[in-house]
């Protein structure tokens, strides 16, 4: 079964630091580029981060960028994002996504599979 | 980046409707367009991509049309299973971005 799982999300305080992982299983993880999507409570879906599917390239939202790290591991069939300097704004639900190989443009694409989400909540 | 108009924000509707959600760009994407259906609770789906492509095992009665600047969404006969968020992307240019999203719900 094609699966991404999430984890790592929580309660964390504001100017703190949180992991979330994503694992995959029943695709070949190394051939997807990979993409993190956050959802903040009763809002729209927005594009976070994506990675290439050897890791040597990367790309942020303006919004995160300078605090956010994505990084793969395909030996270990999974993603992750690194999240400092969190800020209240920040708080949203967390899914990693991959970027379909069909619905692409270059090297932006629609999303095919989801993970089921991590939920990060950024308060004193 | 490219912003999308999603319309409307709320559609009241009866099982086997037929209901058409509408889907506008700041600028031109081709067909470069995807819909996802998301459920309360759950992550997106993809239903639909390249605009009118059904995503496999998508039924049929879901549709898609549009290019360049304003693209539909259409449900021929609303099943209960329907009603859910529904949102477009476009993967034309970076970012990727979404619309606002669509809430079908029960009339």
């Known amino acids: 079964e094609v699966q991404l799982v999430e984890s790592g999300g929580g309660l964390v305080q504001p100017g703190g630091s949180l992991r979330l992982s994503c694992a995959a299983s029943?695709?070949?993880?190394?051939?997807?580029?990979m993409h993190w999507v956050r959802q903040a409570p009763g809002k729209g879906l927005v594009w976070v981060s994506r990675i290439n599917s050897d890791g040597s390239s990367t790309s942020y939202a303006d919004s995160v960028k300078g605090r956010f790290t994505i990084s793969r591991d395909n030996a270990k069939n999974t993603l992750y994002l690194q999240m400092n300097s969190l800020r209240a704004e920040d708080t949203a639900v967390y899914y990693c996504?991959?970027?379909?190989?069909?619905?692409?443009?270059?090297?932006?694409?629609?999303?095919?599979?989801w993970g089921q989400g991590t939920m990060v909540t950024v308060s004193s | 980046a490219i912003w999308m108009t999603q319309s409307p924000s709320l559609l009241s509707a009866s099982t086997g409707d037929r209901v058409t959600i509408s889907c506008r760009m700041s600028q031109g994407i081709s067909s470069y367009l995807a819909w996802y259906q998301q459920k309360p609770g759950k992550a997106p789906e993809l239903l639909i991509y390249?605009?009118?492509t059904l995503q496999s095992g998508v039924p049929s009665r879901f549709s898609g049309s549009g290019s360049g600047t304003d693209f539909t969404l259409t449900i021929s006969c609303l099943q209960s299973e329907d009603f859910a968020t529904y949102y477009c992307q476009q993967y034309y240019s970076f970012p990727p971005t979404f619309g606002q999203g669509t809430k079908v719900e029960i009339k």
């Open positions: 390249a605009a009118s």
């Open positions: 029943g695709f070949t993880f190394s051939s997807y580029w």
């Open positions: 996504a991959s970027g379909s190989p069909i619905a692409v443009a270059g090297t932006v694409s629609a999303f095919d599979i």
